[in-house]
């Protein structure tokens, strides 16, 4: 019965980083609405670890693919390029570590 509530979190974290993606992209060049889905989203599957739901929203939710589409696309401009990768793993690690030591 696991299935269930990680299809059920899938289909929430889908729609909503969509959303929040579609948001940001329309105020800003730099990709800040894939950064803020995937920093939350280390930082809820840090903290809950096995919680089924929580385990299908995040992924759904984070998105290694779109961030791969704004890295190649962002080549030509370096500096924003390694600000965003720089930025994604930086801020990811620490958002996980922190739900990590808030579960503990």
Known sequence: ???LPFILGAGIGAPLRYLI?????????FPVGIL???????????????????????????TWSAFMLDVDHGLPFRRR???????????????????FALAA
């Open 36 to 62: 803020i889905v995937n920093v939350i989203g280390s930082f809820f599957l840090g903290y809950t670890q096995t919680n089924y739901f929580v385990m299908g929203f995040c992924g759904a939710f984070t």
């Open 21 to 29: 993606d579609k948001f940001f992209r329309a105020k800003y060049v």
């Open 81 to 99: 390029t390694a600000i965003n990768i720089i930025l994604t793993f930086g801020l990811s690690i620490a958002a996980v570590a922190a739900g």
């Open 1 to 3: 019965m696991r299935l």
